[in-house]
């Protein structure tokens, strides 16, 4: 089984399931990456000082790198920067995407600050009942998710087990 969606879709799919939240403006996707806007100062638990200097300073760039498929697990990679502040973002990144990553089953996915980004990595084992329970006509399959790719599209390839 292949399911691959536009970007657009994903996104829709990911507000809708309240994994992204309305912080994140102006995603755009190329081969393996997507990038995007965030308003820092909407994100929550952004300190104090932090939220002050990014309403004043504006958006940050963000780029969500696609690093690929290794063994079982799928790595992706948050690199957050501003043109203004000049200041590892990375702490805060991975501060964020782990609160939202605490909505999934535990093991699913794992986050931590590496050389300035911030790294996820998806265990696809664990991947397979949350795409079961995303897709109407495959709850009560029980998938294996072989393959992931993000970009311009998401691409996952999944066997039935």
Same mark, same amino acid.
């Given at each position: 089984m292949e399911l691959t969606l536009g970007l657009d879709e994903a996104l829709t799919l990911a507000r809708a399931a309240d994994v992204l939240p309305p912080a994140v403006t102006d995603v755009r996707g190329e081969d393996r990456l997507v990038r995007a806007q965030v308003k820092v100062h909407e994100l929550p638990g952004v300190p104090g000082a932090v939220r002050m200097a990014t309403r004043m300073a504006g958006p940050v760039d963000v780029r969500v790198e696609d690093r690929g498929v290794a063994g079982r697990t799928w790595r992706v990679a948050v690199v957050? &920067?501003?043109?203004?502040?000049?200041? *590892?973002? &990375? !702490?805060?990144?991975? #501060?964020?995407?782990?609160?939202? +990553?605490?909505?999934? !089953?535990?093991?699913?996915?794992?986050?931590?600050?590496? *050389?300035?980004?911030?790294?996820?990595?998806? #265990?696809? *084992?664990?991947?397979? !009942? /949350?795409?079961?329970?995303? /897709? !109407?006509?495959?709850?009560? +399959?029980? +998938?294996?998710? #072989? *393959?992931?790719? +993000?970009?311009?599209?998401?691409h996952l390839r999944a066997t039935i087990a």
């Open positions: 957050a &920067s501003h043109p203004v502040l000049r200041m *590892d973002l &990375s !702490p805060f990144v991975t #501060d964020a995407v782990r609160g939202q +990553l605490a909505k999934l !089953p535990a093991g699913a996915a794992t986050v931590a600050t590496q *050389d300035g980004a911030t790294v996820v990595e998806v #265990d696809l *084992d664990r991947l397979g !009942p /949350l795409v079961g329970e995303l /897709l !109407p006509a495959a709850r009560g +399959l029980r +998938l294996r998710v #072989d *393959d992931a790719a +993000l970009g311009s599209r998401l």
